[in-house]
């Protein structure tokens, strides 16, 4: 498959873990117009913000702790400050030795490369074009999209736990203010574009910290040990 080939040219901002990893234009080489990290959000962003603003985040930061707090620890971060080893951490503030081992295991897990994370924000915006009742992309989104991934083929994308197809519309329901639909992974502990997918916010809760492979083992042992009694 042809991949696009990108700009790439650096877009500076104020964020302090700027000196860490900068962000680099996504758009195709020779592009016109303004630079962009996430130009292909742009049209999701119109249709409904909050799922356009949902892929930036999911690919890009950890979900830490409810709360922020010295032994909680950061609440969200950028998965990829997180490959940065105790010692540099603390040149930003972040005292990893002051957060509960539990934390930390978790915070580490949720590392990725920035370019994972690029990776992982074009996927779910192909995914979620192929959801039901998704809108259409423009011509210049769907193509760019498709370099990566291949044809889109509207209402083929499935919970990658259960199988069941995915509406767009359940991006808008929400119960006690949690979304139905939640980012997942294959594997809960790679982050990257071929790893991860939407699911059931359900399905996602009952996976936990197993692969998909070994929830399903754990589901067949259920059902035996329920249908032999
Ligand atoms: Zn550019
Ligand atoms: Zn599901």
Known sequence: MKMNELCHEIISSRSAYDSIQPKYCQLPK????KH???HYLDHLRTVQKSVADKIKRDSTMTTGAAWKSAEAGPNRILRWVMLLSDSDLKHYEIQMDKLKPQVVAKLREKSATYDDCMAVAKKLTWLVYQMNEAPKPPQDIREYLENYFGKMVSG?????????KLSFSLFSKAQRGK???????ISPREHNAENVGFAHRECNIAQGNKT??????????????????
């Open 156 to 164: 083929s994308t499935t919970c990658i736990i259960c199988k069941e």
């Open 30 to 33: 020779g592009h016109s117009g």
């Open 36 to 38: 962009s990290e996430f």
């Open 212 to 229: 998909v492979l070994e929830f399903y083992d754990w589901i067949r042992g259920i059902i035996k040990r329920v249908d032999n009694r």
């Open 179 to 185: 979304a139905e639909i939640e980012t997942g992974h």
